[in-house]
């Protein structure tokens, strides 16, 4: 799988979470993005090597079973149940990338685990 399926997954996953009413946003949100790109490439011209990036609020890994792992970082509003909005974003960033496998001939087992950081 390339670097850019990788980012693609984790854009899609990223969309798909956004889209559900009730989600503020993704965390990290943009200042924290910009302190950890900055020590990413200070990091990565130290070292030699080229920084991994993601789509925000999104980590995703593939397991030695091959299936895909992937944790979602939220922040969402007050005025919804935690729990509600939680589980439908694991379901609605399973589909996504599920399909977006599907599409591309890698179909593959997704695991998704929300962290609601903040509420709003």
């Known amino acids: ?3 850019s399926d ?5 854009r899609a996953a990223a969309r798909a979470a956004l889209a559900v009413p009730g989600v503020v946003a993704l965390q990290p949100v943009l200042a924290d993005r910009l302190a950890l790109a900055a020590s990413r490439v200070y ?3 130290a070292a030699g090597t080229i920084g991994r990036q993601e789509a925000a609020g999104v980590h995703g890994e593939i397991t030695s079973a091959g299936a ?9 509003a ?4 935690v729990v509600d909005l939680a589980r439908r974003v694991r379901e609605d960033v399973r589909t996504a990338v599920a399909a977006y496998l599907d599409q591309h001939g890698r179909a593959a087992p997704v695991n998704v685990m929300v962290t609601v950081t903040r509420i709003v």
Do not use: F, Q, S
Not at 78 to 81: I, K, W
């Open 43 to 45: 990091e990565a011209v």
């Open 1 to 3: 799988m390339t670097g």
């Open 68 to 76: 895909w792992h992937l944790e979602v970082r939220c922040i969402l």
């Open 78 to 81: 007050g005025d919804h149940r």
């Open 6 to 10: 990788r980012e693609n997954i984790h």
